[in-house]
């Protein structure tokens, strides 16, 4: 399976957690990395993380996918951020 950029750019966007304790353990350092690397957002500040989606996606898919390796990425990673996303409005 062709796993691409575009295919995780909704990563870091809005559909099944609710929280950020929701995203699987594995891909939270990848995130936590890139919200300090790429934004000026607090570690806590999900709505300004989720609005930074594309930078975030863009710094954080080739960790997460190293660390989770694709299918996790893709079918529990990526809807979790999604849905912890949605649940703060972004």
Request: proline residues 4%; charged residues 10%; glycine residues 4%.
């Amino acid at each position: 399976m062709q796993f691409t950029l575009a295919t995780i750019a909704t990563l870091i966007a809005a559909v099944s957690a609710q929280t950020w304790d929701d995203i699987p353990a594995c891909a939270q350092p990848c995130i936590a990395t890139a919200v300090a690397t790429v934004t000026q957002c607090g570690a806590t500040d999900y709505k300004c993380i989720c609005s930074n989606r594309d930078a975030l996606q863009a710094e954080a898919t080739p960790c997460i996918i190293d660390a989770c390796g694709v299918d996790v990425a893709a079918n529990e990673v990526l809807p979790a951020v999604n849905a912890a996303c949605a649940a703060v409005g972004s």
